[in-house]
């Protein structure tokens, strides 16, 4: 990692933050407020949409300690 200017740190805290507000917020509608996808084009069950919400907040929520590569340091 090495040393980073405050406005490197800055942006990968704003990042990781916002990857895990995101993370968060498809994990709630996947499992407690259930809602569906409108752009599918197919008729899905509900538990697949749910299943769709969960994997994508996982996946994001697992990203989140990659954010900081992102955005690596200009030297």
């Given at each position: 990692?090495?040393?980073?200017?405050?406005k490197?740190?800055?942006?990968?805290?704003?990042t990781?933050?916002?990857?895990?507000?995101?993370?968060?917020h498809?994990?709630?509608?996947?499992l407690?407020?259930l809602?569906?996808y409108?752009a599918?084009g197919i008729?899905?069950?509900q538990?697949v949409?749910?299943?769709?919400?969960?994997?994508n907040g996982?996946t994001?929520?697992?990203?989140?300690?990659?954010?900081?590569k992102?955005y690596?340091?200009?030297r």
């Open positions: 990692m090495g040393c980073h200017s405050p490197q740190r800055s942006l990968e805290a704003a990781q933050g916002a990857s895990a507000g995101i993370a968060y498809l994990l709630v509608d996947g407690v407020q809602g569906t409108h599918f008729e899905l069950p538990a949409h749910n299943s769709i919400a969960d994997l996982l994001e929520g697992m990203d989140v300690s990659q954010k900081a992102t690596p340091d200009a």
